[in-house]
Nanobody, 115 residues
Framework: QVQLVESGGGLVQPGGSLRLSCAASLSIFSINVLGWYRRTPGKSRELVALTSTGGSTTYADSVKGRFTFSRDNAKNTVYLQMDSLKPEDTAVYYC?????????WGKGTLVTVSS
């Protein structure tokens, strides 16, 4: 299928910004669905942002207006720009892709928002 490698996580203070990257092992033109999920300890994985071919991007209500999904087709990379970060955004963030009907996940990158 497709390998996804996330990067860009780290420790940031509340109100700060981070940009996560997800590099795909093949052309993202061929990927039907791309997005980001996150998981905090004790909770199930939740949608952060999701986009499908030719469609708009859907965001979780909790991140609308603060997070922005983007893609660079030439680099086979998608991004998640995270601004105005809050402690409740602390989580492991996973890149997600659907290719030929099959789900693919990256290994995740940890984002910690704390003063």
């Amino acid at each position: 299928q497709v390998q996804l490698v996330e990067s860009g996580g780290g420790l940031v203070q509340p109100g700060g910004s981070l940009r996560l990257s997800c590099a795909a092992s093949l052309s993202i033109f061929s990927i039907n669905v791309l997005g980001w999920y996150r998981r905090t300890p004790g909770k199930s994985r939740e949608l952060v942002a999701l986009t499908s071919t030719g469609g708009s991007t859907t965001y979780a209500d909790s991140v609308k207006g603060r997070f922005t999904f983007s893609r660079d087709n030439a680099k086979n990379t998608v991004y998640l720009q995270m601004d105005s970060l809050k402690p409740e955004d602390t989580a492991v963030y996973y890149c997600y892709a659907v290719l030929s009907g099959m789900s693919n996940w990256g290994k995740g990158t940890l984002v910690t928002v704390s003063s």
